[in-house]
Structure formats: structure tokens, C-alpha cells
């Protein structure tokens, strides 16, 4: 009876056993084939490209170099660090695998001078076209997920790190099944020497099952689950496959609530060099603290580290792993670890970039692909918009007696020719996360609206020098009320040109001039220049009284900016599968919306404006050579202040007023524009030659908009589309200002 009893049993306990190992082994495979290529997607900058005669200046470079993680250093003798002797800086490149290519790393050396970059060689002196710097990680699509990894396979991991692992974590890796009688038999009798349990019997399949499946419970139950889950692991995938999990799976050290994971992102972590980069002392204390992340902590407990990293060294040594030689300048050297890690968080880019995704990637994809994201953010110009912005606030407050912190900013930062976004700043505080003011801030634009308005004009044929009525207006709205726009300085100012009356951003000739050609066709400009939003057909509009936000604004301009093409603003680069490779790129898309010969006459005006108009600022406080087109707007009573325009390859957008939405005492000139004409000043952005279309010709004209002789005193140079030159002309000594002007049409019959 007993014996039946116990046969029973058995079985059960057999059939238990079985159903158990059936449900380990399908936790072991899923979660193993899973969990190895479960990345979160990774987000990276616009990479900087080095090459001579970039306008990028010596201390600009060496900011960014600081900002990539890049160590000073007496000679750059090692992956990610440099070096500067006077206007000559040495760089030890980490190399980076780029979309579009593999991008070496490699030393080289640059020389300065005011303007940039005077020249570039390698380490041989043989000099290069062009070097790319590894991009900025700026992090991860969803920063809820806590770990973080920079996986390597491991034929591109260093040899004597593998076998360094080995040696000092499992000397036995290549012999047991996933469990070592030896070592737990060793550990036993250590335990019960010591009197307590100071050693464990793990092997690196046990700790890879410990750290994928498992708590860190010290359970008898636990220890049996280990033991069968590492048999079961080691029977499905080779040594090589486990050892490769292990290196990029282990935990080695806190960056707040992100966890660093693997030794390819512990390079980065603690030294600031790509883990090929790794010299012998580093990569023993990488080993180092897998025994104990947290209490071996190089950058808390110094002294703690450089002896457990000593340990490691001196297996290392006994092995046979390294010489004697090898160990002493190992053992000798300092811990060498980087000031501060090497990462940057730009909400609010990274909040455009998430809005931009979501159109093309489903969220799991973005979880747990392994994606790499190329963005076009370009660190330098993002860290230079938010230093201006953070200087120039509060002396903005000061000057205008303001209380402090009561302004807001949001600006965006594109390149004209391609539409991509470089930076983004969502609010006074980068770092903040939460309302995004660049993206969502929708407020009234005032007179940036107005471009779109001269465009229309210049479309039906007027021409800058076409005089219009700056006299007062009332204007009868469908619902009985009237609109009577005035001018900001509530004077009338005559018979301005068409180009002055831009420049200086009089609202009652815009006004006249939006009703005589008509809203319908204002409203088509503005819809072709970008702006998406249904507006209501109301003539208020043309003055800038409807919402925007600085995103829009941006958009807005980039068609005008970008010579009459529409390029959809843009963020990312292309997105890269870590088997796959390359899985999309975004291409420049344009589409042509004005004729280069408008969009001509409307850039000129703008450039007026930087001149002699509401933004002639810029002409005194950067370069004489510069080139500059823009606008200013401010809205009723103040609330809003704005400013955009461009400027070689660089267009910016910038808005500052209050969330409350209450008044203050800045204009576009006074409380956006300085903002904008320091970050222009530190961008250097590089003068881009400006071509003449075919239609274009250059006359001469006086104040009144006559063509007369070059050498007259009051001779002003301006474009004409061939065809809507001025009829009149005069010599130069003629007192007779009477302008020809165009046949009436019935608009202007009724405002004139």
C-alpha cells in the first residue's frame, strides 16, 4: 500500500515536474527571442559636419565636443577625446554607424580663425573634405521606459573584454550546461566557513535567467527555477548567443529613473568612448561593477571602485589575460571617469518628433523594434537659442519694468532649403516638460500676417513701387459693424510705395490694398503659403487677427523663405532597423506654389523692412554683408510680440508675451526681434548666394515711385517683374512727383 502510495506520487510529482518544465521552457524562448531585440526606439541629433570653411567657430566646436560627451585632454589619444593648443584643435572621432553610411572614427585635427574653419586633416596630415561627429543622443521616444541599452553583437566586441567576463565571472562558461556544481559547492563551503552567505554559485547563464525572468529573492524555489530555466537555455541557444545576451543585458549602473543596461552604453556612461575605445583599466572596471553597480559606483565611491577594479586586473593577470607591464600602468592609472554622462533632453523637439512619428509608426514599433531615429535636430543651434532666450528675458523685464519670470517664449529654428526643423523651444524653460507653446500655443500673429497680402498683389501684376493710400479706412463687415484698422503710430502716412508700406508695416495701406485685390485672393496666398487652419473670410484676418502658433508661423514662412516651394517642416532624417537597416527616409518633398519672380519682389520688401523698416535693428547690430529678410508683429494692446525672418540658410520664428494672455509693453522690434538677432549673431549662419530670376529687371526710382537717373540724390535701386515697370519717368532735377497711376479697378474707386 505504501509503495503504490509513493508510485503515485511520484507520477503526479513526475507529471508536476513536466507540465513545469513545459511552462519554463516556453517562458525561457519567448521571453529570450523577445527580450533580445526588444529595444526601445533611440532618438539622435542632426550629426555636425566639419569641413573647411563651415563658419562654425573654434569655441562653438569645442562647446559641442563638451556637450557629445567628448573629454579634454593633454593629446587625444583615445575614442571621444580632444585636445586644444591654441587655434589648433585635435579630435579623437568615435566614429558612428550613420542611415547613410558608416561614418570611421579617427583622429584628426582642425585649424581656426575668426571666420571658421581654416582646415582639415587626419592624424597622417593627409587632408579631408569633409569629417561627420557622432550625433547627440538626445534619448527615447517614450521616456517611460526605464532601461536603456546601446546593444553591440558580439564579433564587434573587444576579445579581451569577452574573455575578461569569463575569467572573472565564470571561469567555467564553455564547460557546464548553465549551472556549476563546481562553483556552487565552492560557494557552499565559503558560506559555511564565513557563517553567513557571502558567496553565490551563479554562473552567467544563471545571472542573464536571474536578471530576464527572475526577482532577486533568495528562495529555495527561486534558486530551483534559475537552476532548470539556464538548462533549458543552454539546450536551445549556443554560448555565444547567451554571452552576446549577457554583455548587452547587464545591469550596470542608475542615470535616475534610467536604468543603464549592457556594456556598450556603460562605455558612454562612465568614460565617454565607444566600447571599442575601452583601454585595458576601463574595461576592467566596466567588469567591476557587474558585482555591484550601486556600491561600487565610481563617480559616488572612488575608492571602492579602483579596488574592485584592481581585483579584476589582477585575475586578469594571473590568467594570463594580460602581462605583467599591462597590469601595472592599468593598476596605476586613475579611474578616468567622464564628469557627467553623456545625454540631453529637448522636450519639446522631442514632442514634434513624437507628432510626426505617429503618422507613420504604430507605438509598439517605436517600444520595442530596436529603431533608430536620425532627427535633424542640430544641438549647437538648439543650445543657442535657449541661452539667448534665457539671457534676454530677463533684461527684457528689467528694462520695461516687468516683474521677473512673467514673460514667455516658444521660437522654431529651419533651414530654408529643406524645411527641417533644427530647434525648437517650447518655453522659457527647455527643460520643462508639459505645454508645448512652439506646437500649441495658438496666438493672434498680427502683421506677419501681412506678407501674404503684398504677395497677392504682386501675383495681380502691382509692383514695389506701386503708391498706395495710407489714409483712414472703415470698412463694412456683413454684420453691420464697421473695421477701422489704424496704423501703430495712428498717423497717416500719405502715398507710401508699395515696399515701404510693407517695411514699415503701415495696417491702413494693407488694409486698402488687401480690399482692392480682393480676399479671396489674399486668402488663396495664405493658403498656399502653408497655413492648413479654416480661417474666417473676415478682412481683420489680413492684419493678424487670427490664431497661430510658431510652428504654423514657422511653415508659413518657410514657403517664402524657400523661394516660392512648399516643404513640408520636418524632424527626422531617416529611421533605421537594427537588421533591416534603412527602413524610410524622408526625402525632401517641395512643391512649387508662387513664381520665383514674386516671391522676389516680396523678399526684397522684407529685406527693407531689416533696413530702413520696423526690424532696421538687424542692420546695426549684425554684420553690414548679411543679408536678411523679415517681419515684425504685435497684436492689440500688446499682447503678442513677434518676429520672423531669415537669413542665409537659417529662417527662425520667435514669439514672447504672456500665458495669461494680459498686455505688455513690447512690440515685435522690442520684445522678439532682439532675440531673434542674438541667436542669428552666435548661429553665423553661412550667406547663401542670391540669384536674380530671368522676369527680374532694376530700375531706378524716387520717393514717389518714378523711375529716374542712377545718380539722382533720391534714387532708390528696386526689382520690377518685366512687364509692371513704372510708365513714368523724370531726370532728376524735375519737382514734378505726379506718379502714373494703374487703371482703377472698382475696389479702388470705393476705398479711395
Not at 88 to 96: E, I, K, P
Not at 393 to 405: C, S, V
Not at 515 to 544: E, K, N, T, Y
Request: proline share 5%; net charge neutral; with cysteine.
Amino acid at each position: 500500500m505504501v509503495v503504490k502510495l509513493f508510485v503515485q506520487l511520484s507520477l503526479v510529482a513526475a507529471c508536476l515536474l513536466f507540465f513545469w518544465l513545459i511552462y519554463l521552457n516556453a517562458i525561457v524562448r519567448e521571453g529570450f527571442e523577445g527580450r533580445r531585440f526588444k529595444i526601445p526606439a533611440r532618438v539622435y541629433s542632426e550629426a555636425q559636419e566639419l569641413y573647411v570653411g563651415a563658419s562654425i567657430s573654434q569655441d562653438s566646436l569645442v562647446a559641442l565636443l563638451q556637450k557629445l560627451g567628448y573629454r579634454a585632454a593633454d593629446e587625444a589619444f583615445q575614442a571621444g577625446r580632444y585636445s586644444v593648443r591654441g587655434a589648433r584643435v585635435s579630435v579623437f572621432t568615435r566614429g558612428f554607424n550613420f542611415w547613410d553610411g558608416v561614418e570611421p572614427a579617427g583622429k584628426i585635427a582642425l585649424q581656426f580663425n575668426a571666420n571658421g574653419i581654416t582646415g582639415l586633416a587626419a592624424e597622417n596630415g593627409q587632408t579631408l573634405p569633409l569629417v561627420r561627429l557622432d550625433p547627440l543622443y538626445i534619448g527615447q521616444i517614450y521616456p517611460g521606459i526605464t532601461e536603456d541599452r546601446v546593444p553591440y553583437s558580439l564579433d564587434t566586441i573587444p576579445e579581451r573584454l569577452v574573455l575578461g567576463l569569463v575569467l572573472v565571472e565564470d571561469e567555467r562558461y564553455f564547460q557546464h550546461w548553465g549551472i556549476s556544481f563546481r562553483g556552487i559547492a565552492r560557494a557552499l563551503f565559503a558560506n559555511i566557513s564565513s557563517g553567513q552567505a557571502s558567496q553565490g554559485g551563479s554562473t552567467l547563464t544563471n545571472q542573464l535567467v536571474k536578471n530576464m525572468y527572475l526577482t532577486s529573492d533568495k528562495t529555495l524555489t527561486r534558486k530551483i527555477k534559475e537552476a532548470l530555466m539556464s538548462v533549458i537555455m543552454e539546450m536551445h541557444y549556443s554560448k555565444n548567443d547567451i554571452l552576446e545576451t549577457y554583455m548587452n543585458e547587464v545591469y550596470i549602473g542608475q542615470q535616475g529613473a534610467r536604468a543603464i543596461n549592457g556594456f556598450g552604453l556603460g562605455a558612454e556612461f562612465y568614460f565617454g568612448t565607444t566600447l571599442e575605445g575601452l583601454q585595458i583599466h576601463q574595461q576592467a572596471m566596466l567588469i567591476g561593477l557587474i558585482k555591484g553597480p550601486s556600491y561600487y559606483n565610481p563617480r559616488r565611491h572612488p575608492k571602492r571602485a579602483k579596488s574592485r577594479r584592481d581585483t579584476v586586473l589582477s585575475v586578469w593577470l594571473r590568467q594570463g589575460l594580460i602581462t605583467q607591464a599591462e597590469y601595472r600602468q592599468a593598476s596605476s592609472a586613475a579611474l578616468d571617469i567622464a564628469s557627467k554622462p553623456r545625454q540631453s533632453n529637448y522636450p519639446a523637439f522631442m514632442d514634434a518628433l513624437r507628432r510626426q512619428l505617429a503618422n507613420d509608426y504604430r507605438k509598439e514599433d517605436l517600444l520595442g523594434e530596436g529603431l533608430t531615429i536620425f532627427t535633424t535636430l542640430d544641438p549647437l543651434a538648439q543650445t543657442i537659442l535657449e541661452q539667448q532666450v534665457a539671457e534676454t528675458l530677463p533684461k527684457t523685464e528689467q528694462r520695461f519694468k516687468l516683474a521677473a519670470n512673467i514673460l514667455e517664449a516658444a521660437a522654431v529654428l529651419t533651414r530654408p532649403s529643406t524645411g527641417d526643423i533644427l530647434a525648437i523651444l517650447g518655453g522659457r524653460e527647455p527643460r520643462a516638460g508639459g505645454f508645448n507653446r512652439a506646437l500649441d500655443a495658438k496666438r493672434p500673429i498680427g502683421s506677419l500676417m501681412k506678407p501674404a497680402v503684398y504677395l497677392a498683389a504682386l501675383e495681380q501684376g502691382y509692383s514695389l513701387a506701386e503708391p498706395l493710400n495710407d489714409a483712414d479706412v472703415t470698412i463694412a463687415a456683413g454684420d453691420g459693424t464697421f473695421w477701422q484698422p489704424k496704423n501703430y503710430d495712428r498717423i497717416a502716412h500719405g502715398q507710401p510705395m508699395l515696399v515701404d508700406a510693407l517695411a514699415k508695416s503701415y495696417n491702413q495701406a494693407t488694409a486698402r490694398l488687401g480690399m482692392q485685390i480682393g480676399l479671396v485672393g489674399v486668402f488663396d496666398v495664405i493658403a498656399r503659403l502653408g497655413v492648413s487652419d479654416s480661417i474666417p473670410l473676415v478682412p481683420a484676418v489680413m492684419l493678424g487677427a487670427h490664431g497661430m502658433s510658431p510652428m504654423e508661423v514657422a511653415q508659413m514662412y518657410q514657403t517664402i523663405s524657400g523661394n516660392g516651394f512648399y516643404s513640408p517642416l520636418n524632424t527626422i532624417r531617416a529611421v533605421s532597423h537594427p537588421q533591416l537597416g534603412v527602413i524610410q527616409r524622408y526625402d525632401l518633398k517641395v512643391s512649387q506654389r508662387f513664381s520665383p519672380e514674386a516671391i522676389y519682389l516680396l523678399q526684397a520688401a522684407m529685406h527693407e523692412a531689416t533696413v530702413m523698416g520696423t526690424s532696421a535693428s538687424i542692420q546695426w547690430l549684425l554684420p553690414s554683408h548679411w543679408w536678411a529678410a523679415g517681419k515684425t508683429g504685435t497684436t492689440d494692446d500688446n499682447r503678442d510680440a513677434w518676429f520672423s525672418g531669415f537669413t542665409g540658410d537659417r529662417q527662425l520664428v520667435v514669439w514672447v508675451g504672456r500665458d495669461n494672455n494680459k498686455t505688455t509693453p513690447l512690440t515685435g522690434s522690442t520684445g522678439a526681434l532682439p532675440i531673434w538677432i542674438k541667436v542669428m549673431a552666435e548661429l553665423r549662419p553661412e550667406q547663401e548666394r542670391r540669384g536674380v530670376p530671368l522676369g527680374i529687371t532694376q530700375l531706378d526710382v524716387n520717393e514717389a515711385g518714378i523711375v529716374v537717373p542712377s545718380g539722382c540724390d533720391n534714387a532708390r535701386s528696386l526689382p520690377f517683374i518685366l512687364g509692371t515697370e513704372p510708365v513714368a519717368s523724370m531726370s532728376c532735377n524735375e519737382q514734378d512727383n505726379r506718379a502714373v497711376p494703374r487703371k482703377s479697378t472698382w475696389w479702388q474707386k470705393l476705398f479711395n
